[in-house]
C-alpha cells in the first residue's frame, strides 16, 4: 500500500469527518447524560457507516469491471464533478458566514432537537446525514476509486477501508478518548469552549477545506484530461 494512497485517503477521510454537525451533536452528547455510552455508540456508528460507504462502493465497482486508472474516462469524471461539487460547498459555506456575521449558524439550533431524541433515532439520522450531502457521497466515491485504482488484494483493501474509517472518525474520538482518559472534571469545560468555537467558525473552516479539496481534485482532473 503506496503512501501516495494512505495520503490520499487520509485527506478524503479527514475532509468527510470534518462535519460540524456530526462534531457538534457529539460535544453536546459527551455534556449530557451518559457522555461516554452514548458518545461511544455515536462514534461506532460513525465507523460503520463509513466502512459500509466504501466496501458498498468497492463492490459495485467490483462488480462493474470500472476502469480507474489515472486518466481514465470514469476517474476524470469523477475528479471534476467532486471539484465542482466542493467549491460550489466552500463559496456557499464562506458566504453564508459573510451574511450571518458574528452569530452562530443556523443548524447550530437544531442541534438540542437531535439530542432530545431516542438514541437509536438519533444514530440512524446521524447515518444518513453522513452519506446524504452531494460532497461527501462525491469523496466517499473519490476514496472508493482510488482503492480500485490502486489493484490491493482483498485483504489489504479491507485493511485501506477501516484506515480510511479510523481517519474519517479522528476528530470525533479525539474528545471521546479525551473524556474518558481525563475525566469529566477536567474534561467537560473544555468541551464546553470547544462547542462554542466551533459553533462560532466551524462553517468558515468547512467552507475553507471544501475551497481547498476542490482546486486539488480540479487539478487531478484536468491533469486526466491531458493524459486521455
Known sequence: MSTNLLGELSAFGLAIGFSPLHIGLLLLLLLGPKPLQRGGLFVAAWLATAALAITLLLTVGHGLLLSMDKGSDHLTG???????????????????????????????????????MPLPLLLAISAGLQVASPDDLFLF????SSLLSAGLGRGQELLATGIFSLVSASLLLLPLLALLLAGPERMLPLL?????????????????????????????????????
Not at 461539487?85 to 438540542?112: F, H, I, Q, S, Y
Not at 466515491?141 to 472508493?144: D, L, M, P, V
Not at 471544501?210 to 484530461?225: C, F, K, M, N, R
Open 192 to 228: 464546553e469552549r470547544g462547542k462554542q468555537r466551533l459553533f462560532a467558525k466551524g462553517d468558515l473552516l468547512v467552507g475553507l477545506v471544501s475551497v481547498a479539496l476542490a482546486v486539488y481534485l480540479g487539478w487531478q482532473g484536468i491533469e486526466g484530461l491531458r493524459l486521455a
Open 141 to 144: 466515491a473519490k476514496s472508493a
Open 78 to 116: 469523477l475528479d471534476l464533478l467532486a471539484a465542482g461539487a466542493l467549491l460550489g460547498l466552500g463559496v456557499k459555506e464562506l458566504l453564508n458566514k459573510n451574511k450571518e456575521g458574528a452569530g452562530p449558524p443556523g443548524w447550530t439550533r437544531r442541534l438540542d432537537q437531535f439530542c432530545a
